[in-house]
C-alpha cells in the first residue's frame, strides 16, 4: 500500500506539473511595440506584461531607460535601437528568468545592459557608447552569447563577484578598457569570444577563481589575456593570442593556473610572469615573439613543459629565478635555437631528448629533458 501510496502521489505531482506548464504556455500572450502597435514605449509593454509574456519590438529609435522587473521574453523584430539619452542604463534585468534578445543599446552615462538577476539569457545585442557594454552584478547561471560590445569607454563585459555564468561567441571590439573582465567571479565558462583592438587587455581576470577561457581570440590588445590580483586556478586553453602590443598572456600575482594548447605568435612576449606561484605552462605552441616565455625573479615553483618555443627574436626563454622547473621529470620544452649538432643539441640514443641540458637565460637555470623536435600531446 505504502509503495503504491508513494506512486500515486508522484503520478499526481507530475499531472499536476504537465497541467501547470500547459495552462501558462496557453495563456502566455505576445505584446507589440512599434509604429501601428499595441504600445509606443517599450517599457509601457513591459510593465503591461505577465510573468511568460512575450514582448516583440518593431524596428525604429526608442529613447528610454527600461527596466524589467518580472520574467519575460524581450525580443527585437529587425535591429531597433535602445538611446539612454546620455543617462543611467539603457536596460536593466531585474528579476530571474528573462530573455533579452536582438536589441541596439547604446549612449548610456553607466551600463548599457544592466544585469542584476540570475538564469537570464542576453544574446545578439549590440551595446555600445556607454561606460560599460554588458554588466553582471553578483548575479549567476546568466548566458551572455553573441553580443557584440565596442567603442564602451571602459570595459565590453564586465562581471562584478558573479558566478556560474557563461560568456559565448561575444565579441568586444575597440573599447577604452578590456575587452572582457571578471572581478572576483568565479566559475564562469568564457569561451570561444573575439577581444580584438581594446586598449587594455583582451580579456582580464582580477582576484578570480576556477574560470575556464577556452577557444577564444585576443588579437592587438595591449595584453591578450591578463590572470592579476590573487586569479587561482583557472584553466586557460586553446585559445590564439596573437600580435598583442605588450604580452600575449600575463600572469601577475596569481598562481596555480593551467596554460595549456594556446597558440601565442606575434607579440612582444608570448607569456610573462611577475610574482607568480605554482602555474602549470604546458603544451603551447610560442612563435616568433620577441621574448617567449619569461619569468621575473619573484617567480616560484612554476613548471614549464611540451612546449614549443621557437623564432623568437631576442630569448625563446628567459627566467631571472632559479626556482621554477623547465620540464615535468621526463620532458622538456623544444628550442628553436637548441635543436641540432649545430646549435648544442645532441641525441646519440635517439630518444627525442637532448644529451645535454638547456641554459635558460637569466639565471642559469636548466631544462634537463630539452626536446629536439615537437608534437603537442
Known sequence: MR????????????????????????HASTLTVGNNAEFARIQDAVDAAKSGDS?????GTYFENVNIVKPITLKAIGKPV???????SA???????????????????????????????????VAKKSSIGIWLETCSNNTVLRNIVFKNRESGISLQR??????MSNKAEGNGDTGIELEESDDNN??????????????????????????????????GI??????????????????????GILIRGSMGNAISGNEISGNFNAMFLESSNENILKENNITNNVDGIHLNYYCRGNKIYQNNLVNSSDYNAYDESSNNQWYNGTTGNHYSDFD???KGCTDANGNGICDSAYIIPGSQNRDKFALISWNRL
Open 91 to 125: 536596460i536593466t534585468l531585474s528579476a530571474d528568468g528573462i530573455s533579452l534578445i536582438g536589441f541596439n543599446f547604446t549612449n548610456s552615462s553607466g551600463i548599457g545592459i544592466m544585469v542584476k538577476s540570475n538564469n537570464n539569457l542576453i544574446s545578439d545585442n
Open 55 to 59: 514582448v516583440e519590438v518593431t524596428n
Open 3 to 26: 509503495t503504491w501510496h508513494r506512486g500515486f502521489i508522484a503520478y499526481s505531482m507530475l499531472t499536476f506539473a504537465v497541467i501547470f506548464i500547459y495552462f501558462f504556455a496557453v
Open 190 to 223: 568564457v569561451m570561444e569570444n573575439i577581444v580584438w583592438n581594446n586598449s587594455n587587455d583582451g580579456i582580464e581576470l582580477k582576484g578570480a577563481i576556477n574560470n575556464t577561457l577556452k577557444l577564444n581570440h585576443a588579437q592587438e590588445n595591449k595584453d
Open 226 to 247: 591578463c590572470l592579476e590580483e590573487g586569479s587561482k586556478n583557472n584553466n586557460v586553453s586553446n585559445n590564439d593570442v596573437i600580435y598583442n602590443h605588450i604580452d
Open 340 to 342: 641540432m649538432p649545430g
Open 162 to 167: 558573479s558566478n556560474t555564468n557563461t560568456l
Open 82 to 88: 535602445v538611446d539612454a539619452r546620455g543617462s543611467y
